[in-house]
Structure formats: C-alpha cells, structure tokens
C-alpha cells in the first residue's frame, strides 16, 4: 500500500516527519494542561531553599548530579517516584543535569538528614569510604546571601505570578518579614548541627552556606 511512499523520498520524509511530530505532540501536550503544571503540591522554594539553591548553582554540583528520576525500575527502587514536569514548574533555572557521577538528588530529602548532609559536605569519605566528590568546607565559613535570594522570590512574584503568600504557600512578605522567616527556618536546622562555628555565627545573626544548601537539599523530596 505505501510502496509509492517509499520510492518518493520527498513525500516519505514528509511522513517521517509527521509521524515524529505526532508522537511529540502526543507525549508533551499532557504538560500544558492547567492540572500539570505545577504539580498538586508543589511549592516555591523558600527564601534560605532559595539561598541555598544558588550555592548549588555557584558550586556546580549540577555538573556531577543530576535532578531527573527516569521511570525505570532501577531508578525508581533507589530513587523515589519517577520525576513528573510539574514539579518542576518552580525551577528556575532547571537543574536536570546531564551528568551522574554522584547519584540523582531529585528526592535527596527523603532519605538523607542534616546531620548526614553536615558531615558528608564536611568531608564526603568520611561518610561514605573512597567518595571522589570534592569537599565543601568553605561552606562552613561563607554567609549565604539571603539578600539576592529574596530579591530572586521577589521578582518571580512580581513577574511570573509565581504565588508566595498565598494559602499553604511559603510566606514572602517585606524584606525584614523574609530575614525573620529565613532565620526561624535556619533555626530549625543549626539545632539539628554540630559545628561550633557555625553555631557561633547564626548567634550573631550570620547564615552560614551550609544552612541554606542544607535547607534546599532537605526540601528535594
Ligand atoms: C566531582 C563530582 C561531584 C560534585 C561536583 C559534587 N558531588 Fe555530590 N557526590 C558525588 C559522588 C561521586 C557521590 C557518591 C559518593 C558519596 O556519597 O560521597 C556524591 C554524593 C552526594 C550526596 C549523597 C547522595 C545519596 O543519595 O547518598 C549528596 C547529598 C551530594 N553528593 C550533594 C552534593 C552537593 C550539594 C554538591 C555541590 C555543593 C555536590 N554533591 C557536588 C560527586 C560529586
């Protein structure tokens, strides 16, 4: 029936192409619809996520982890549910990585602690024998800049809608409103600590950068 099809290239490579754009069509058009986009549950990263989020950025961990569970068995049972585009509807920019020499963080929050992550970033090996990933003490001595993460909140409130304040949402609010919820939120994580320094400085009202990644690779779940 299609032989014609096949002795006509210019025909045949129109058919090629429409078939791959359906099936694209088919596979991407679900994420446009309203219930898709940001999943049921999915919430803006607060102000210290945030913070900590773009300590993430700066120390690349996205060039050795990836953000992006795959639905195949072997992920899912090590991992947590497979990874829908709706919860990402809040990254900006995406962290989906394209590289896993460490394992997939999409879900990190569930199965590791503050107190695990203190010591791991401190010196990897220490918790896991013959880590190659690099150690991160100049976390414990750099103040996270909770500063430009609230002007980040601030803007993709004001510019994409993006809905702090709203009911069961984070809370956004002034400037000073944004410092006092980042640091009742940093609280809760110096407490569960150890490193003297970094104690020392959340007392004189110093978030160190270990508090704010601490607090964006708790909210990964
Ligand atoms: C050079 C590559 C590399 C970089 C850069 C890197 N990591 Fe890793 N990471 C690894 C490897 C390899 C492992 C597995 C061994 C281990 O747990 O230490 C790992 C493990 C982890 C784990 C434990 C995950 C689990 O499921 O057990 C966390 C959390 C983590 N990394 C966070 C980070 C963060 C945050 C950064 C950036 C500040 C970062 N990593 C940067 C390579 C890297």
Request: charged share 25%; with cysteine.
């Amino acid at each position: 029936m299609f032989h014609w099809l096949e002795k006509n290239p210019f025909f045949f490579a129109v058919g090629v192409f429409l078939v791959i754009a359906y099936a694209g069509i088919v596979t991407v058009l679900p994420d446009f619809m309203e219930s898709a986009r940001p999943l049921k549950g999915t919430k803006p990263y607060t102000v210290l996520q945030l913070a900590g989020r773009h300590v993430y950025i700066k120390d690349s961990c996205n060039a050795c982890h990836s953000q992006m569970i795959r639905p195949f068995k072997s992920e899912t049972d090590r991992y947590g549910k497979y990874s829908m585009s709706g919860e990402y509807a809040y990254d900006r920019p995406f962290l989906w990585g394209s590289k896993r020499t460490g394992p997939d963080l999409m879900r990190v929050g569930n199965y590791r602690t503050t107190n695990w992550h203190e010591i791991h970033m401190y010196k990897p090996s220490s918790m896991v024998p013959g880590s190659i990933m690099p150690s991160y003490k100049h976390m414990f001595t750099n103040t996270a800049d909770i500063e430009t993460a609230y002007a980040e909140a601030y803007t993709v409130k004001s510019v994409f809608n993006v809905p702090y304040d709203e009911e069961d949402m984070p809370k956004l609010g002034t400037w000073e409103e944004a410092q006092k919820t980042a640091i009742a939120e940093a609280q809760l994580i110096v407490d569960d600590m150890k490193d003297p320094q970094v104690k020392e400085a959340f007392a004189r009202g110093e978030i160190k950068e270990i508090v704010a990644i601490i607090a964006y690779l708790n909210s990964l779940q």
